[in-house]
């Protein structure tokens, strides 16, 4: 799934706002979660307001599910 | 339903007006005894005093040693403020720089530890363990506004992502690494507001954790707190201090600077923050005299707090004064 960050929630983990084609979804990020940026991997702390962002594992994350407790991402791409 | 009404975990009926002590246009010390020549304060801010429990001396920024001050009062301005060098006017924003460990670090990581934490306004803070609605766990940081009250942000105490409130928190005030000087509390109760809960508006992030009684708010004292206006807000000097992720658990980092931009309901700043901050206050302090006047919830460089704005203070002044 594709968004855009809209917010970094600075709890431990962090914790995101996206947005995917208008819809508001908030999600966790897995303690130990793996960004990566052009191939290369970086720290979470790279995740700001404004980047799309591709989750590598987010299935479950349908429009319809944000209210419910969901599972933490574990991969998350920055595309730009 | 108002966005800034209060919601709680547990129904509490209010049915008396709380007395409070409240003073617009009229700066006031932390023993309530000072009015004094503070000036540059705005007729419009509403302050409400800390309760120390002990004196300390006072500045701008709080002293913290091998903390940059002149850096931190400049770091998120223009250059327009400064000389531009050629090295300056070539460097990169700060935002765009990429730091690969800590979180929402603006620019050179300047943050310094507080150890011992267990000194003034320091033990006011708190590192949070919770243990969310969905059974998983994280930690934010708190401070204390009254015996037995703790504020923090409103997504550590409703997550929307974990689906509801926390089940529990632990509040450690002063913790520094493995000492907890003043023991541990465990809260079972929570407030925040509707514009969290229900409308998911992170201008209404803020929340505050109900203990069950007053026996470590009183050990440690609690932070007062101000609604001020937007003229006395703007490039305003303040400080933080929380519980960052990126560094070893349980230890206590401040940083200071100004803010920088100023809305209805957020406050912008380059101060240095890292995921575990979230709940953190956002001070000013002034001759001695110490006024939280954010929330801090965001980052993503500026950072970002929940403003204490004068429904906020309202809000906060019930749930410092729960019965």
């Known amino acids: 799934m594709k968004a855009r960050i809209v917010e970094v929630m600075e709890s431990w983990p962090l914790q995101l706002i996206l947005d995917s084609d208008g819809e508001q979804l908030f999600v966790d990020l897995d303690a130990d979660v793996r960004v990566e940026r052009a191939g290369v991997e970086v720290g979470p702390g790279t995740l700001s307001p404004g980047h799309q962002v591709e989750l590598a594992d987010a299935p479950s994350l349908d429009r319809h599910a944000s209210s419910r407790a969901l599972p933490p991402v574990t991969r998350l791409k920055i595309l730009g | 339903m108002v966005k800034h009404q209060s919601v709680s975990r547990t129904a509490i009926t209010r049915t008396r007006v709380l007395a409070r002590r409240k003073t617009v246009d009229t700066p006031m010390s932390s023993d309530g005894s000072e009015v004094g020549d503070l000036g540059g304060d705005d007729p419009n801010d509403l302050v409400e005093d800390c309760f120390d429990v002990a004196t300390h001396g006072g500045g701008s920024l709080e002293s913290v040693p091998g903390f940059g001050i002149d850096r931190a009062m400049t770091e998120g301005f223009g250059p327009e403020s400064e000389e531009v060098t050629e090295e300056l006017a070539n460097l990169t924003a700060s935002c765009l720089m990429e730091f690969e460990e800590p979180e929402s670090v603006c620019g050179r990581d300047d943050r310094r530890r507080i150890s011992p934490a267990s000194a003034i306004p320091w033990w006011m803070i708190c590192q949070l363990f919770i243990q969310r609605h969905d059974g998983r766990t994280s930690r934010c940081t708190g401070w204390f506004i009254g015996p037995r009250t703790v504020m923090t942000a409103g997504h550590c105490v409703y997550s929307q992502s974990a689906g509801g409130w926390a089940r529990s928190i632990t509040v450690v005030p002063g913790m520094d690494d493995s000492s907890r000087p003043f023991g541990t509390q ?137 019965t």
């Open chain 2, 186 to 322: 465990v809260g079972t109760t929570f407030r925040s507001v509707s514009g969290w809960i229900q409308n998911r508006d992170v201008g209404y992030d803020y929340g505050a954790i109900i203990l069950s009684n007053g026996d470590l708010g009183r050990r440690v004292g609690w932070f007062g707190f101000a609604a001020l206006s937007d003229d006395s807000l703007r490039n305003l000097p303040v400080n933080n201090s929380g519980y960052p992720a990126d560094k070893p658990t349980g230890t206590q980092w401040s940083n200071a600077g100004r803010i920088t931009r100023v809305t209805a309901r957020r406050l912008y700043y380059m101060l240095d923050t890292a995921g575990g901050q979230s709940g953190s206050p956002t001070w000013r302090s002034r001759r001695a005299v110490r006024h939280a006047i954010g929330v801090h919830a965001y980052g993503g460089c500026p950072n970002k707090s929940t403003r204490i704005t004068r429904t906020v203070d309202d809000n906060m002044m019930r749930w410092k004064n729960v």
